[in-house]
């Protein structure tokens, strides 16, 4: 095994401790030189203070962290960490890429952030209202058979807010495979406000704390073709 640090069952771990161990696949203790290259990126300014902020951030999601012994208790959520995070680094404008299927959150979150203090210009999916067909979807793939259907158009949601000079772009509910084309394209720090799931309310991990119960289907081999999965939710 090259290096999987989701197998490690060291529990003095090398990465958490000095004096710490890791198996013979620990990247820790095996690819030193990468992890020296890493710090002399650190090292860049933009990047050095741009981390320490980010650390400075996550220590301020937890109360009474004097107190001994310490008991982890969180107390700020997502939204307002990037709240924080943005006023840490002086970010005036934020830019969201969402899906057109949470424009109603994407709007109170614009409403959130400009009660803040920032500007904020979002980009729909659709943008540019492009149909399907141009990148060559065939009509019986599409959600909505026989109707027009506009295209997800990450590429040109990039462009669009980098063209606006976004200091921060924030990531809402793009699909997979778009968000990854976003990323692909957009300039500049990016994080992600949520992540799509149309199942369960846009909280992915639902499933996989349910994958030894309801979800236990998930870790069978085969989880059935399109056609064998629709006709299990087709009320008879």
């Known amino acids: 095994m090259e290096m999987n640090c989701v197998k490690c069952k060291v529990v003095d771990k090398l990465c958490r401790k000095p004096d710490g161990h890791g198996p013979e696949f620990c990247p820790t203790k095996k690819k030193t030189d990468i992890i020296e290259e890493s710090l002399q990126e650190y090292d860049k300014a933009e990047n050095r203070e741009f981390a320490r902020l980010a650390s400075v951030q996550e220590g301020q999601c937890y109360a009474n962290r004097d107190s001994k012994p310490y008991i982890m208790e969180p107390v700020k959520t997502r939204i307002v960490e990037v709240i924080e995070f943005s006023q840490k680094m002086g970010y005036k404008l934020l830019g969201i890429a969402f899906c057109g299927g949470v424009t109603r959150e994407a709007g109170a979150l614009t409403e959130i952030f400009e009660k803040h203090g920032f500007e904020v210009v979002g980009v729909s999916c659709k943008v540019g209202g492009v149909p399907k067909e141009r990148i060559g979807i065939k009509e019986e793939e599409k959600i909505n058979i026989g109707e027009h259907e506009p295209m997800c158009n990450p590429i040109a949601q990039a462009m669009l807010l980098n063209d606006a000079g976004v200091d921060l772009n924030i990531m809402l509910c793009l699909c997979v495979g778009h968000d990854s084309l976003f990323l692909k394209y957009v300039k ?28 236990q289907r998930l870790k069978k081999l085969e989880m059935g073709s399109e056609e064998e999965m629709t006709a299990r939710l087709t009320v008879k």
């Open 188 to 215: 500049g720090p990016t994080t992600i406000m949520a992540v799509k799931d149309r199942v369960t309310g846009h909280n992915p991990l639902a499933p996989v704390y349910t994958s030894d119960s309801y979800y």
